[in-house]
Nanobody
């Protein structure tokens, strides 16, 4: 199987932290680039952060200085460290990655993980 599975979401108070994880399945040999997106109720999905496997990162303005993204190809994992969380960060967070498989490079989305920040 070629899939991504997110975990680490939950309920946290404003000002708190969470670390989201995105695990690549056995059918994936490496992660080339990855991004985290989020979708709040009634809103469109938006880009949160991206990273290459070389460590080049980009962040949406609304998370700069609070979130970090990283790829660990030894573990085939993508992480999103979220600090100083705000109620407006509440959303379903999705991992997306371009991954290397036996059939070539593919794009995959995870199923999403809910993050809820209480005020």
């Amino acid at each position: 199987q070629v899939q991504l599975v997110e975990s680490g979401g939950g309920l946290v108070q404003a000002g708190g932290s969470l670390r989201l994880s995105c695990a690549a399945s056995e059918g994936i040999s490496s992660i080339n680039t990855a991004g985290w997106y989020r979708q709040a109720p009634g809103k469109q999905r938006e880009l949160v952060a991206t990273s290459t496997n070389g460590g080049s990162t980009n962040f949406a303005d609304f998370v700069k200085g609070r979130f970090t993204i990283s790829i660990d190809n030894a573990k085939k994992m993508v992480y999103l460290q979220m600090n100083s969380l705000k109620p407006e960060d509440t959303a379903v967070y999705y991992c997306n990655a371009f991954v290397q498989t036996l059939s070539g490079m593919k794009s995959r989305w995870g199923q999403g993980t809910q993050v809820t920040v209480s005020s």
